[in-house]
């Protein structure tokens, strides 16, 4: 696609429940990353995939978290059991290659009530 | 770890006038690329200005400029002739030049500098 898009671009879920949040990346770029965006604690690198690898998954916050990519595209970020601490803005980028700047989405505004 | 600061939470400037945003790094490898990005409300990051860290010259896009200054780890954004448009969010990043394991591929950033323009 033309750009990075993320779906949906906000969600409200109730605390417990389970959400899957969806990246599409620009075609052709092999890097992708997520991110997170807080009030409280500024723009947090989340994980990275190189293809549908991820040799980084040094900033998911705890094993409710997880993500997968597919076919070297669509990667989707998945919150299980969600919580009050999981409100903000997520956000994907993408990248063809590793020293370039990345193209961000709109990402998804997640409010958990 | 590498860490972004950016000491001023907000700033204003006139419309046509020309306004620098601050930013300091600290980190202790010698091979990094530095970036500026700009959030409107959109929510979407743009990236406004890279700069590698090998190169002396300082980057310029347009109305934007840097001023890099290494030795002191300074990475300064100039916007010159503001226009309203200029209004949002900035942030500054730090990434990596090389692999060197886990997380040395992601994008380090400052909290952020506010910049309203005034008509």
């Known amino acids: 696609g033309a750009g990075v898009s993320q779906s949906p671009s906000n969600k409200v879920t109730e605390k417990g429940k389970d959400v899957e949040l969806r990246c599409d990346p620009i075609?052709?770029?092999?890097?992708l990353y997520w991110y997170r965006q807080s009030l409280g604690q500024g723009l947090e690198f989340l994980i990275y995939?190189?293809?549908?690898?991820?040799?980084?998954k040094s900033g998911l916050p705890s094993d409710r978290f997880s993500a997968e990519r597919t076919g070297g595209s669509v990667s989707t970020l998945t919150i299980q059991r969600t919580q009050q601490e999981d409100s903000a803005v997520y956000l994907c980028a993408s990248s063809s290659h590793r020293d370039s700047g990345y193209t961000f989405g709109s990402g998804t505004r997640l409010t958990v009530v | 770890a590498q860490t972004v600061t950016q000491s001023q939470p907000e700033m204003s400037v006139q419309e046509a006038e020309t306004v620098t945003l601050s930013c300091t790094y600290d980190?202790?490898?010698?091979?990094?690329?530095l970036f500026w990005y700009k959030q409107p409300p959109s929510r979407q990051m743009i990236l406004v200005i890279r700069q590698e860290a090998y190169k002396q010259q300082n980057a310029t896009e347009n109305r934007f400029s840097v001023n890099f200054q290494k030795a002191a780890k300074s990475f300064s954004l100039k916007i010159s002739d503001s226009q309203l448009g200029d209004a949002a969010m900035y942030f500054c990043a730090y990434r990596s030049a090389s692999y060197s394991g886990a997380g040395s591929y992601q994008l380090t950033f400052g909290k952020g500098t506010k910049l309203s323009v005034i008509p």
């Open positions: 980190t202790s490898e010698s091979d990094y690329y």
């Open positions: 075609s052709g770029h092999t890097a």
């Open positions: 995939f190189q293809g549908n690898s991820a040799p980084d």
